[in-house]
């Protein structure tokens, strides 16, 4: 059974930084593409980093751009979202998700909440 | 960015009745390949995305044939059929034709 575990949520102030873990297991999680996804309490969801199975590539949405990280430990099965400079509109509730190339998005994790206040 | 318009905001409907969810992008999704990269997901109440239909009209493994796909080029439709409580919930559509992969803004669907 494919398993995603994020951590590392939490309540932070304006410009301070947190680092996001998720844990996979039930797949060969050296052999995918993982995704961070984020939600906005009562919005809609909004797509933030890609990183390739063997991290040659990272992608990021202009909003993250500059200020997030995305990586991974593939001896760890474990992927991870460093957020620096952190806005009050980083508010949200942040997804991991395993990429299965055409099923798109196909596992994600529970969530865990980034709250971004003074 | 590819705009994804999804209507309706709110969809009332009876249990045992049907639903039909549209979506619209700003742009083709035909990818160069050929393919089409358009995937529908339910969000239940606290809990997180799940799976519904991948690349238009593909059921994810274990979704049942109540909920079918169709759809091409700038123009989709997510159709539930015979709906239950368990189908309640916000869903969305998602193109990955294009970066930045980009969400419609949902319908909820709910008991009338």
């Known amino acids: 059974e494919v398993q995603l575990v994020e951590s590392g949520g939490g309540l932070v102030k304006p410009g301070s930084s947190l680092k996001l873990s998720c844990v996979a297991s039930?797949?060969?999680?050296?052999?995918?593409?993982m995704h961070w996804i984020r939600q906005a309490p009562k919005k809609g969801l909004e797509w933030i980093a890609l990183?390739?199975?063997?991290?040659?590539?990272?992608y990021y949405a202009d909003s993250v751009k500059g200020r997030f990280t995305i990586s991974r430990d593939n001896s760890k099965n474990t992927l991870y979202l460093e957020m620096n400079s952190l806005r009050s509109e980083d508010t949200a509730m942040y997804y991991c998700?395993?990429?299965?190339?055409?099923?798109?998005?196909?596992?994600w994790g529970q969530g865990v909440m980034v709250t971004v206040s003074s | 960015d590819v705009v994804m318009t999804q209507t309706p905001v709110s969809l009332p409907v009876s249990l045992g009745g049907q639903a039909s969810i549209s979506c619209r992008s700003s742009?083709?999704?035909?990818?160069?390949?050929?393919?089409?990269?358009l995937h529908w997901y339910l969000q239940k109440p606290g809990q997180s995305p799940q799976l519904l239909i991948y690349?238009?009209?593909n059921r994810f493994s274990g979704v049942p044939d109540r909920f079918s796909g169709s759809g091409s080029g700038t123009d989709f439709t997510l159709k539930i059929s015979r709906v239950e409580p368990e189908d309640l919930g916000d869903y969305y559509c998602?193109?990955?034709?294009?970066?930045?992969?980009?969400f419609g803004s949902g319908t909820k669907l709910e008991i009338k």
């Open positions: 998700a395993k990429w299965g190339g055409i099923t798109s998005f196909d596992y």
């Open positions: 742009q083709s999704l035909v990818h160069s390949n050929g393919n089409t990269y």
């Open positions: 998602l193109q990955s034709t294009h970066f930045p992969f980009t």
């Open positions: 690349r238009v009209s």
């Open positions: 039930g797949f060969t999680f050296s052999s995918y593409g």
């Open positions: 990183i390739y199975y063997d991290s040659s590539n990272k």
